[in-house]
Each structure stands twice: as C-alpha cells, then as structure tokens.
C-alpha cells in the first residue's frame, strides 16, 4: 500500500507549519472516527482562535480501547514544523508551561508534542522525562505527556492510505485519487451540483454504508446505472459530506480496486473507503470475497452500468434511472446560465437524461448556435456526434467502441494494439486520437490503464457505425476474427449498446458469455430471518405463511418494513430475494406474485432495480422471465389485477404489460439448484409464430385498458407509443390503430403519435431493402398518419409544435411540417382572437417548437400586429423561445419599420429582466444592438461574465472583430477583478477562440490586445475554471513575445492553491526557459525560496526540470543552503550506464557541497521516489531498488554513500514485506 517515510514528514517543515498541522489533525480525526470519541471533542485551530497559548488541538475525550495509546485519555497537541536541533530546552519548557495548555494539564489533559524530525532513541526519551518533570510541576496527578517524531507519524498514517495519498500526493499510484483530486476531475464539466429528489434514499443508504460504526452484511455498496447519467457524482457528493470520507481512495481500474483491496486486507492496520469507478460484476464479486472478514475497517463503493448483479449477495444493488428531463434542465440552469433556456431545453431532451452529454452541448453551445440556433440543432445523437468529430476521430472512438473498456498503457498497452489490429488501425495513431479526444470533446473516458467511449449515447452511436464500418458487409468473417482477449468485452459491448440486428447476430457469442455468468444465487447473509431459512427448507408449508403474513399487514407495516436492518437485510430485502428465486417453480410462481405485488404497491426500496417492483414486472415478460409458467397463463393474472379498483395496482399492471412488449430480454441464469431441487428452465416461446401469438395477447390486453378505462388511458397510450416501431414491425398495426384513436388521445399524446410514425417512417428510409417495412405497411402507416393530422386549431398547434424541431426536420417531413407551420403562423398572425387565446401556451414549456413556429409568424407580421400583445405576454411567459423566434423573424425582413419598438421594449427590461433581454438579443444581434446590450448588461453585473461567451465565435452572421474582442475582454476583466467567477473561463474560451481562427498566432495582433490577452492569462493564472487547455494554447502563444512575463504568470499558477494547471504550467516553464534561461530562472528561484508558498514546487517536482545544469548552479551559489535544499528534491537520480554507477554532474555537485546538511539530504531522499509507480511483482521492483543502491556505497561522496545505504536497507525491507504479501495472494488466488 502507500506508504511513507520519516523524509516525507520531514518535509513538511517547508511553509509556515500549517501542513504539519493539518496532516497530524487529519490523523486525529481519522483515529477518532474508529473509537467511540466523538468528532465534536476535536477542537482545531486553537492558535487561532486563542492566539499562541501552547496548544494547538485538544482532544476533549478518550477511550481505553484506541489502539495508537495516544488517545487513551483527553490530549492536548502542540505542533513544531522544525528541526529537533532547534527546539531548545528552553523552549520545550515555555511552550508546555504556556497559559492554556497549563490550564489543560490540570483539568486532566495529557500533553503531547509533535516535531516534524527525527532524534536518536536516547534524546527522544530525554525529552519525554523533561515534559513528564514539567507537567507534575504544573499538576501533582498529570497524565504522562508523550513525544511524536516523523517516524511515529509515518507509522500512524500509514494505517491510512487515503491520509497519505492526500497530504503526499507523490506517494499515490497513477490509478487512484484521494478525494480533493477526484473531486477536481468529477467537478470539472459541471461546477454546480443539483440534487436529484428520486436519488435521496440511495444518498442516505450510501452514508450509513461507509459509517463505520455500523456492521453491514457485506463490505461492498452497489451502485448501477447507465454511463453518464450521474452516478460518480451522486457517489462523490454524498462521500464528502460525511465524517468517514476523508478516508476515500478512488480508482477508475477494477483491476487496480481488487489488487488495492489484497493490500487492504493483509495489513490488518489499515483503514480505508475503497471507491472503485466501472466496477464490473467478476471485480465486485472479488472485492466481496477479499473484504467479506474486513469489513469493520474497510468498505467498498461499487459504482457500475452493466445492469448485471453480483452473485451470492442479497444485498439491494441501486440503480440510478436516467435522470427527468427537468432535473437535467435545472443542471443545465445552474452551470450554463449563459445559453439561452430554449437550446438548453434542447440539450437536456436530445441528451436523453446523461448530464455528461447535455453538459458537453452545453460548452459547445457558441459553436452550436453558429450553424443556425435551435432549427439547426442536430436532428439526433448521430447527428451531433458526425457533425462534432472528422471521419478520422470518429474511426478511433468507433474502434474503441467496439468493446467497454480497453488497456492502452503500461502492462495493458498490448490490448489496444491488438484491438487495432482488428480494425486495421495504426495503434499509435489511434492511441494519440484517443488520449487528444479525451481533452476534447472528453468522449473518451480515461481510469489508469483503461480506456473508455463516454457517455452511453456516443458509445452506442459510435458502435452502430462501427459495426456498419467493419462487420455488416461479413458479420461471420469479423466475429471469428475477434481475438479470444477481447471476446468477453466485446459481448459485454453488445450486451449493453448494440441494437436488436447486432444482438441476433453475435447470439451465439452472447449465449457463451451468459452461461459463463456465476449464477444469481443468493445464499444466506448474517441476520436472516427464521421464517426464511424455513421458507428454503420447506417452500410448500412456509410460502403460503409468508403471503398470509404480507397480505395481513397494513400499509403503515409494509412501508415500515425496509430493506435493511442493524446493518444488515431486513425482512422486505430477504423476502423479495426468496419469492425471485422460488417464482423459478410453477407450483410457487403464484404466491411469490402476490406476495411481490403487495410489497411493489408500498414499495420502499426505491432506485434498486431488484426491489420488489422491479422482479414482480420482469416475471410477466414473454422470454427470460424467470418462471416455467406460461405467458398466456401469466398473461391471465395480469387481466385480474387490471380489472381492480385499486389505481395503484392498474398502474403496477400496465407496468409489467410494457415488460412483456419489451423486445429487450436479459435474464440471470438461476442456480441449477433452488431451495434443494433442480431448477427448471423459464418459460419461451417454442416457434416464431407462438411469440408473435403472446405479443398481440399483451397488447390486446393494453388496448382493452385504452378502450375501457379512462383512468388509466393515458398511461397506457404511453406503452403503446414506447413500443410502436416493434409492433408494428411485427404487423400488429390495425391493431394499434383500433386502439390509439384520435377520441383515445389528449393533443400532446396525438402529437407524440403523429411524430413517432413520422420516425418510423424516416428510419425505413435509411435502412438497408432488407430491414425496409412491407410496402403495404409503410402505407397504412401514411393513410394511418393523415386521418391523425388534427382540424382543431388549437390540436394544430399541439400537434405542430409540441415536439422538437429536430425530430421534424428530415427531408421526408420537413417540407409538410414547415407548410403548417406557415398556415399556422398566417391564422395567428390574421386573427388577433386567435393570437390572444393560443399566446398562453406558445410561451409554454409544451410548445418545445415555438422558437421556429416565432420566426415564421415574425417573417408574416409585416405590420406588426401581434407585436404588442407579445410584449405584453411575455412578462409571465414560461419560455421565451416563441419571443426570440417572433423578434428575430419580424426583424429579418421588417426591420427598418420596428426595430426601434423592439429597443425599446428591450431597454425598459434591462433593470428588471436582463435574462429575457440577454436571449432576445442574441436572436439577432445586428439589427437590434445585441453585441452592445450585452456587454452593458454585463459590465453592469446584470448577467454575469459567461453570458459574453456566446460571441467568442461568432456575432450574428460574422466573426467578432479584434476591436470587439478587446471590448470583450475589457469587460470580462473588470467583472473578473469585482470577483465574477465565471468572467475569467469566459475570457479564456473566447481568448482559444480567437488564436484557433487565426493561423499566424498573435503575430499581427495589437499591442493593446495582447495586454489584454496578458492580463486574461494572468487571471487564469489563479483559476483558469475548466478551462486549462485554452489557458496553456494562450500563455504558449504569448510566451514568444515575452517569455519572462510568460513565465512569471506560469510561477503564479503553481503557487495557486488549485493543482489543476500544475502541468500546463510546468511546460510553458520549460518553453520560457528554452528563450531567456537565466532570467527565467530567477523567477523559479523566488518562487522557490518563498517560504510561504515555495513548497508548492515540490509536488511533482515543477519548475526546475527545464533549466540547463550551468545556470541552476549558479543560482544555487548565488543563494547559498536554502537553494540547495530547494533544489535537492528536484535532482536527477543516480543510476547505472553499461552496469557502471553515474551520478549526473549537478547532483554530484549540489551533494558534494552541501549534503551534510540534513534537509537537503531528506529533500533529495524524497525526490528520487516522487510519484513512483511499482507495477507487476512488487516485491521485485524493491529488489531492483537494493541492488541499484549497492553500487554506489562506495561511492567518493558522503551523501551518496549515505542515500544508497539508506535506499538499500530500506528495498530490502519492503521487498520482503511484499514478498509475503504477494504469497499470501497466490495462496489465496489457488
């Protein structure tokens, strides 16, 4: 595990102590968190609240039981960043003997002093004897006072993986974070986090999992739900919130979590919250066998989107729905306020519920909004993905897509070669497409060794034309040269994206990959009930009690009774898990769903896709149900429970009908043996025409609800709708017609109706002949669609606009649907009654077309007839989008005769309404002064920075010009430094938009622009938001006008308290360095030798690396011992040359000189293994370790020979450390 030693605490001396302090506080908090003392008796930052009294935390309670011994009884804690040659008995004495920590010891505290150095045994022991003589001259009966030096720190926090991983982040492997730097990277694309209320019982679960003052059943907490859809976030949000998150460890690499959790597991000292991101079913099945005897120290956060459940647990698994539209809208609200509410509307409904992806088209918004606004928004996810990607980006995200994930470094660097050979790629050149693509547009996703197609949408985009691109010509050839590394990926990839076609095709390989499944059997966990156990033993006697016993029980019980109880299953958990597993037996599958359906109708184990709702629907669908029972018999029931009084039940029943009609079927595959018998098979279909026959019995049994129950109706037109495209397919389509009559349909169902057959209409276009409906289908579908086409004006209206423009707009419906629009727009424009009556629900959130229905009533008012009533309306419209539409229309061909009215309207709103005038005026900026409203509404502070970054690429119909960049950036400066958090990410985004339109870089730029592009990059400098990339091309392009300004804003981003620009800024370093060396090299050095933010340099070793040897020694001989001890950590490590020993010429200088200092001994110490990474056996590379050091012990130089005794003895020691770990491991593997 990571670990650390007495050098790494020896450098937190650096600063002004406040790393020491907050490293040993953390150690307390964490302790605490394992005893029964409470968080509340930690009382921190006492010098600051009681000025410097001796005390710097005070720890108001104890418990015998703390195993450390320094937390037995109530402590106080006084830190000393310092050397020990430094800490004078003088005073030692005055600061114990200081007024409140006096106060202290006779209130029964023990005194603890910490010192970030290291003593010889004999001094430690002085000193302990000295504070115990001080404090009974203080107190008689005092608690004997204790001394912590680096090494007793060390030991202690390595107990805590996560506590090193933060405070010494050189320590952690590549593939994992602690939580600030996971939380750096999962905040990235959207800042502002936005509750989802369907997700609150799943937070609250997760909470209690990782308080480890309870004792769950099982050391791993699952979490389930398509890629992109928030899980990592929710996982995140909730973690941090709690006491116990400081302890996370977060990894993106399965195989990394189960080798993270051996460690875990054989150093019986070690406490830690394991996070394991894309957690698949055979790692968390791993994960629960490793930690199964350690779980009162260590727990897991499974977080996974294959739907697949762990075997051999009863543990609820959450899986997290798409999230409503409207929730993602509200994201969308807070992170993107800037993008007009109609195109985020439009985001959030092509997204289809994944933040990620509606957060994406969100950033590109200003591009987006160049090809045309809301009307020329894509028409799908594959049309956004082919417009947003060239053909060569888009060949590598279509080989990646090919399989979930695939190794591209280190020991796994071969799987994607291979996969390439596959496809006949270049791997290099595929590796360098993906790794640029993950910067950008980010939709491929990147966790240690692994790479990722994110989100869901582009992966199943990106496979459909993967498929199309190297498979559909042969499918046989391709898949038989699938090569057998790759096979479980790839099925696992058709598993989860590929369409009904791919899944026949490749069923054979599906099957393998099903069987090889371990079988969804879930034994007995700690607590089972009596009557459970029973149940297995005895079905045919215990199973009638069990329904007798739910169907007695009040609504009041059943909701009480939960999934969970004193940390383990309750009664609702284990009895859903016993009738899914019994409903495989005809002669059970009867009690099993009525017990099911009185648990689903108080359902509280919500988001589980195993509760009681979600088994009871799937045991009605016609293949994989899970039961030998008949369809049609099933089908029987389900007519019963339809017949009820209760809406609840109608309501669960409709459900499980749209089960049935779902073309989808996954199943587990049970245990061969259940409750001691043999597990018969479900249930199927024995021929084509029996399948068929079972459809049209479950819709015939939808469309009798349709008929009959106008309670439900609406509902049950939903189903329909949902599956129409297969129904019909499968020739179902008079009987849908007889049942989705116009006098069966509200407008909003209607419209939905007419827009679903225009879309089976337009696919059958673009499909192969083969995949093409009959003739005669397709045109009943016409004849179907023309009789549904509504005369009422105001169903018109619905059935026109309620539905997205870019489902309307294909060239099959385009043309009937804008002639609607246009005769719609001439009634309205023509009939003020009918304006006036309508005008309510365009400015609705329902009429999701009203932007483009606005601009053609706009093109139609040459006399401005409705302009009035508009303004008037739109004080309390819901939506402006049918305002925008209308003002940019009449001002397209009208707008000589009212742009006056509509400036003046606009100008009586901006006090009270700058966000309604921000929108319309971007509709059409040139005619009604849009670029200049604006920009006076944000420098007013009206609107904040980010709404200006709409004209980074374009103003209306042109490029902005320099002269309006620089207007531009003026502003978003000024509204940076009155501390407009969003100013400086819009200033850096239209800054990158600028260098990337113009070739020749900044070099026939004004000088005044380039000040303010200085001054942008300056401000990014201490927080360039999300965007670094553009940050870096900007300071990169400004460094060959001034490298030394370059490289003294470079210095300030790494001073900063963000890491995020640590890297960027270390190579516009390296390129400053590369022009003015000597002068660039005095702004490192100061920066370094900054004893309150120096430090900084040091993780990860930035700054130096750029500098020739010549000039970094001359700086250290201008700067004497403390430039040495700066420098020492980042010197080049000694090493072997055709099996001699070098030690390269500075570091043998700067060792020479002045390596008999301790801290430029410890500081070059710690450089050699900052961010070392061990990979493969372990304990070898601790071998290898010794064996280098061993050839320079005799090395002229004392420091050297010091180092490499050290090195030596300390490889040694951790190679047979890991040697019994690794055969611990092989032992327990066999």
């Known amino acids: 595990m990571w670990e650390i030693d007495t050098f790494d605490v020896i450098s937190l001396r650096r600063g002004a102590g406040d790393r020491l302090t907050a490293f040993v506080d953390d150690l307390i908090r964490a302790e605490c968190l394992f005893t029964p003392i409470p968080l509340a008796a930690i009382l921190t930052n006492l010098r600051t609240n009681l000025g410097d009294k001796g005390v710097d935390t005070r ?172 899980k990592t976030r929710l996982a995140y949000e909730t973690l941090v919130r709690v006491p116990h998150g400081t302890l996370l460890v977060y990894t993106l690499d399965p195989s990394a979590a189960v080798e993270l959790a051996y460690q875990l597991a054989n150093d019986a000292a070690l406490r830690a919250i394991l996070v394991s991101d894309e957690c698949d079913v055979d790692a968390r099945y791993r994960l629960n066998t490793i930690l199964q005897g350690h779980r009162h120290r260590v727990r897991v956060v499974a977080i996974d989107n294959t739907g697949i459940r762990t075997p051999q647990s009863a543990a609820p698994e959450y899986w997290l729905r798409n999230v409503p539209e409207n929730i993602v809208e509200s994201v969308l609200a807070r992170n993107y306020p800037a993008v007009p509410h109609d195109r985020r509307r439009a985001y959030a409904s092509l997204a289809g519920g994944f933040i990620t992806l509606a957060a994406d088209l969100c950033r590109n918004d200003a591009t987006l909004a160049a090809s045309g606004g809301v009307q020329n928004l894509p028409a799908s996810i594959y049309e956004y993905y082919r ?70 949408a582009i992966a199943q985009v990106a496979f459909e034309n993967a498929w199309t691109r190297w498979a559909a010509h042969n499918p046989p050839d391709f898949l038989s040269r699938i090569p057998g590394e790759l096979l479980d990926n790839f099925l696992e990839r058709v598993k989860s994206t590929a369409g009904k076609e791919v899944r026949d095709t490749v069923a054979a390989y599906f099957r393998a990959w099903l069987v090889a499944l371990t079988p969804d059997v879930l034994t007995d966990a700690e607590g089972v009930d009596r009557i459970i156990a029973l149940a297995e033993a005895n079905p045919e006697q215990i199973l009638p009690l069990i329904k007798q016993f739910v169907g007695k029980a009040t609504a009041d019980q059943l909701r009480a009774s939960s999934g969970e109880y004193g940390g383990g299953w309750g009664p609702r958990r284990k009895i859903v898990w016993l009738c899914e597993n019994l409903a495989h037996f005809s002669e059970f599958f009867f009690d099993c769903e009525a017990i099911l359906l009185r648990l689903a109708l108080h359902e509280t184990e919500k988001n589980i896709a195993n509760n009681a709702t979600g088994v009871w629907a799937h045991l009605h669908k016609i293949v994989l149900s899970g039961t030998p029972v008949r369809f049609l018999d099933r089908l029987a029931l389900l007519k019963d429970r339809l017949r009820s009084n209760e809406v609840a039940i109608v309501e669960l029943a409709l459900k499980a009908i749209d089960a049935a009609l779902d073309p989808h079927a996954f199943g587990l595959v049970p245990d061969p043996v259940i409750a001691g018998r043999l597990t018969p098979p479900s249930w199927r279909p024995g021929t084509r025409a029996e399948a068929l026959e079972c459809e049209r019995a479950a819709f015939a049994l939808l469309a009798s609800v349709i008929e009959s129950d106008s309670n439900a109706r609406d509902q049950a037109v939903g189903v329909a709708l949902d599956h129409l495209f297969t129904l019909v397919t499968d020739g179902l389509i008079d009987e849908c017609r007889r049942a989705l009559r116009p006098e069966h349909l509200s407008p909003e169902r209607r419209a939905e109706l007419i827009n679903t057959i225009e879309r089976i209409l337009a696919r059958d276009k673009q499909v192969a002949d083969i995949d093409r409906l009959k003739k005669a289908v397709a045109g009943e579908l016409i004849e179907w669609m023309a009789q549904l086409r509504p005369h009422r004006l105001h169903e018109r209206f619905v059935a026109a606009l309620a539905v997205d423009p870019w489902r309307k707009q294909r060239d099959e ?152 960049l620089r207007r531009m950036l003026c502003v978003l400066i000024e509204r940076a430094r009155a501390r407009d958090n969003q100013a400086t990410d819009a200033a850096l985004d239209i800054a990158g938009a600028w260098l990337h339109r113009d070739p020749k870089g900044l070099t026939t730029t004004l000088a005044e622009t380039l000040e303010l592009l200085w001054i942008v990059a300056e401000f990014g400098a201490k927080d360039a938001g999300q965007q670094a990339y553009e940050w870096l091309n900007l300071l990169m392009a400004l460094t060959a006008t001034d490298p030394i300004r370059a490289a003294k804003t470079a210095i300030e981003a790494l001073l900063s308290d963000r890491i995020s620009l640590h890297v960027e800024a270390d190579q516009v370093i390296a390129e400053a360095a590369k022009r003015e060396p000597e002068a660039v090299m005095e702004i490192v050095g100061r920066a370094a030798l900054d004893p309150e933010k120096g430090w900084r340099l040091g993780i990860g070793k930035h700054g130096f690396h750029g500098m020739p040897s010549a000039v970094l020694l001359d700086w250290v001989h201008r700067n004497g011992l403390e430039a040495a001890r700066v420098l020492a950590r980042h010197l080049p490590a000694p090493y072997l040359q055709d099996g001699e020993p070098v030690v390269a010429e500075i570091t043998a200088r700067i060792l020479d000189e002045f390596g008999d200092d301790e801290d430029v001994f410890s500081e070059f110490c710690v450089g050699l293994h900052d961010l070392e990474v061990h990979v493969g056996k372990i304990s070898h590379q601790y071998e290898s370790q010794a064996a280098l050091a061993n050839h320079f012990l005799g090395h002229p130089i004392q420091a050297i020979r010091r180092w490499a005794q050290h090195d030596r003895d300390s490889g040694l020691r951790h190679a047979e450390l890991w040697r019994r770990r690794e055969e611990e491991q092989r032992i327990r593997r066999s």
């Open 813 to 964: 419906i385009d043309e009937d649907w804008r002639a609607e629009l246009v005769a719609l727009a001439e009634t309205l424009v023509n009939d003020f009654d009918v304006a006036k009556g309508e005008l309510a629900w365009l400015m609705s959130r329902a009429a999701r077309s009203s932007v483009y229905f606005g601009e053609q009533v706009g093109r139609l008012d040459a006399k401005a007839r409705v302009l009035d009533l508009i303004i008037g309306a739109s004080a309390d419209a819901q939506d402006l989008g049918f305002v925008r539409g209308y003002v940019s229309g009449l001002l397209e061909l009208h707008q000589e005769a009212f742009r006056g009215r509509v400036n003046a309207w606009l100008d009586s709103l901006e006090d009270t309404n700058p966000q309604a005038v921000y929108e319309v005026s971007v509709t059409a900026p040139d005619e009604i002064h849009g670029f200049e409203r604006v920009i006076r509404l944000v420098a007013e502070g009206k609107v904040s920075g980010a709404y200006l970054r709409i004209f980074g690429t374009r103003i209306g119909a042109r490029r902005p010009s320099e002269a309006e």
């Open 387 to 456: 417009r947003r990607l060239p053909d060569l980006d888009r060949s590598a995200i279509e080989t990646l897509s090919l399989v979930r994930t695939i190794g591209y470094s280190e020991d796994r660097a071969d799987e994607l070669n291979v996969l390439c050979r596959l496809t006949g790629q270049d791997p290099q050149v595929i590796r360098e497409r993906l790794l640029r693509l993950h910067d950008v547009p980010g939709f491929v996703g990147r966790g240690g060794r692994l790479l990722y197609v994110t989100p869901q």
């Open 59 to 230: 720890v108001a309670d104890g418990v015998d039981s703390e195993p450390t011994g320094w937390l037995q009884e109530p402590t106080i804690w006084q830190y000393k960043a310092a050397s020990y040659a430094d800490v004078t008995e003088r005073i030692r004495q005055e600061e114990i003997e200081k007024e409140y920590a006096a106060e202290c010891i006779r209130q029964g505290h023990a005194y603890r002093f910490v010192i970030a150095d290291d003593m010889p045994p004999a001094t430690k022991k002085q000193w302990q004897g000295d504070f115990e003589q001080w404090a009974r001259a203080i107190a008689a009966g005092a608690r004997t006072p204790a001394v912590l030096t680096a090494g007793d720190l060390a030991a202690w926090a390595n107990r805590y993986p996560a506590l090193v991983a933060r405070h010494f982040a050189h320590r952690i492997a590549p593939n994992a974070m602690h939580a600030e730097s996971w939380g750096a990277s999962i905040r990235n694309l959207t800042p502002d986090y936005v509750r989802v209320p369907d997700w609150d019982n799943v937070e609250i679960a997760l909470g209690a999992h990782v308080d480890f003052r309870r004792n769950p059943a099982d050391p791993v907490f699952v979490m389930q739900g398509e890629a992109g859809v928030g």
